[in-house]
């Protein structure tokens, strides 16, 4: 397991009844030294740095592929330009600034920084004004005799207060809100990436299924033609009514395909519209062109090693940034145990007679030293430090537990597209084999060899075969972008709270 002792260190400084000769010599430490109480962060160690992925491509490939491995590429940041689609690389652009769910994280972002500003705030003095003037007139049984029976005054002052950050719970604080804002960065690079992988991957399905509905529409007018053919051998009787019942059943089976066909890719094209922050119905003119053929998959990809993981992925920043904060907060609750010493001062003119404001006679200032000590609530005080501990503890396991899931999702994308190859080779191996099948079952027929129900059953297992085959290509896609998305996209220079789009480009 990894190591705890920051949480520890914070346990036996927040806990143990200290003598009061060894807490006034802590404070008189503190006085001088100006030091931060409560524990430094630590980035946990989760890893040997030298470790690798269970799944290394050239443990688990072919001789020859392995070799192929040793050259695999490393992951680009911009991994769904490896496809050569300008319109996918179009609406990737447009989903990075305008999705919907990157305004409301950025939004946070922006609480985040606004609290922090905030925070950092109260490293200075507070200062304040206020001026005013009261006309009192008292009823004729309240005034004393020979005394008037209205009056005026007027005020006006301005007051200064500064609490010296002697203990640091300042400096822990603003400690806290530097990394909950990083953490807020962290997450808006996170979601960018899953949204570009997500559209990606609509667009890889979008495409797949416009083949694989080419494809049936294909068989179809095939089929329907074989159709023809056996109703004209039925009125010639050269052939039985089963043979053209079994076309014709064959025919609507192929032809029942093509709505559902529609139907997903109408869902794929509303899907893509929708990740790219416009309404479903954008795109569909641009969308509903069928490509030619699918892209290509990428050449290897090489993962690298769990380190580099590690440095790369924008969720475990975040995740190691909401510790970097959970820790701080400890020295938060921490420096309640020790005196706050503050600072006030105030200058300001009291009169009864306006034109006398300001002028020496009516001025009047004060300068406070003040200690709170909250010694006597450390029940309170100390029931604070333990729910901070807990908090930590909390992000500490949260953080180990994104860890194991980024290893998780990384071993299975390397096992997914290295055995969909696998995969993919033997499926169109076999749509090969079916085609040819499929015309040597019509030559038969046509010299009388074989029956026409053997052609029927030849063209349905070389529309299943192909069929097979087209799936298993959009599955290879899918997969090298599952591996895109598990390895963080390689995310440019390693600085994972950065993502593709700066911060100050969106617009809310």
Not at 251 to 257: K, S, Y
Not at 391 to 409: F, I, K, N, R, S
Request: net charge neutral; with cysteine; aromatic share 6%.
């Amino acid at each position: 397991m990894p190591d705890q002792r920051y949480t520890r260190y914070a346990r036996h400084g927040g806990r143990r009844r200290l003598p009061m000769a060894f807490t006034f010599t802590l404070l008189a430490a503190a006085v001088l030294s100006g030091c931060a109480v409560g524990p430094d962060f630590q980035k946990p160690a989760m890893m040997d740095p030298g470790a690798q992925f269970v799944r290394q491509p050239s443990s688990v490939l072919s001789s020859s592929a392995s070799s192929a491995a040793a050259s695999a590429q490393e992951p680009d940041a911009q991994f769904w330009r490896a496809f050569n689609d300008p319109l996918l690389d179009e609406l990737v652009a447009r989903a990075l600034v305008n999705n919907r769910d990157l305004h409301a994280a950025f939004a946070r972002w922006q609480a985040a920084q606004a609290l922090l500003e905030g925070t950092r705030a109260d490293r200075l003095p507070t200062v304040t004004a206020n001026a005013g003037g009261t006309q009192q007139r008292l009823a004729r049984d309240q005034a004393s005799p020979g005394q008037p029976r209205s009056s005026r005054s007027y005020q006006a002052g301005v007051a200064a207060s500064w609490e010296a950050d002697l203990f640091g719970r300042v400096r822990r604080a603003i400690e806290a809100g530097e990394a909950d804002a990083q953490a807020g960065a962290a997450d808006i690079a996170a979601m960018q990436l899953v949204i570009a992988a997500q559209l990606a991957g609509s667009y890889v399905e979008l495409r797949g299924l416009q083949m694989r509905l080419a494809l049936s529409q294909d068989n179809e007018r095939n089929q329907r033609r074989t159709v023809e053919l056996a109703e004209k051998r039925f009125s010639a009787g050269l052939s039985t009514d089963f043979d053209l019942r079994r076309a014709r059943a064959q025919w609507q089976a192929t032809l029942a395909t093509i709505p559902s066909l529609e139907a997903q890719a109408a869902f794929a094209q509303h899907r893509i519209a929708t990740l790219a922050g416009e309404m479903p119905g954008a795109w569909l003119e641009q969308l509903s062109v069928a490509p030619a053929a699918l892209p290509a998959a990428p050449a290897l990809i090489d993962p690298g090693t769990p380190a580099d993981l590690l440095r790369r992925r924008p969720d475990i920043a975040a995740a190691e940034a909401r510790l970097h904060g959970a820790t701080a907060r400890i020295g938060v609750a921490t420096a309640d145990l020790f005196p706050r010493v503050s600072l006030g001062a105030m200058l300001g003119s009291f009169t009864l007679a306006g034109g006398s404001l300001f002028k020496a006679a009516s001025s009047n200032s004060n300068v406070v030293l003040g200690i709170d000590w909250t010694f006597l609530d450390a029940g309170r005080v100390r029931a604070r430090i333990a729910a901070s501990e807990a908090g930590a503890d909390e992000a500490l396991a949260q953080y180990q537990q994104t860890v194991l899931g980024a290893m998780e999702e990384t071993e299975n994308a390397l096992v997914r597209l290295q055995k969909n190859r696998e995969q993919g080779d033997l499926l169109a191996l076999a749509a090969s084999e079916q085609e040819q099948a499929e015309w040597q079952a019509d030559r038969l027929y046509r010299a009388g060899s074989v029956s026409f129900y053997e052609v029927l059953d030849a063209q349905k297992q070389r529309l299943a075969a192909q069929d097979a085959a087209l799936q298993s290509r959009v599955a290879g896609l899918q997969a090298a972008l599952a591996l895109y998305k598990s390895l963080a996209g390689g995310w440019g220079a390693g600085d994972p709270s950065v993502g593709y789009v700066e911060l100050g480009q969106f617009s809310m």
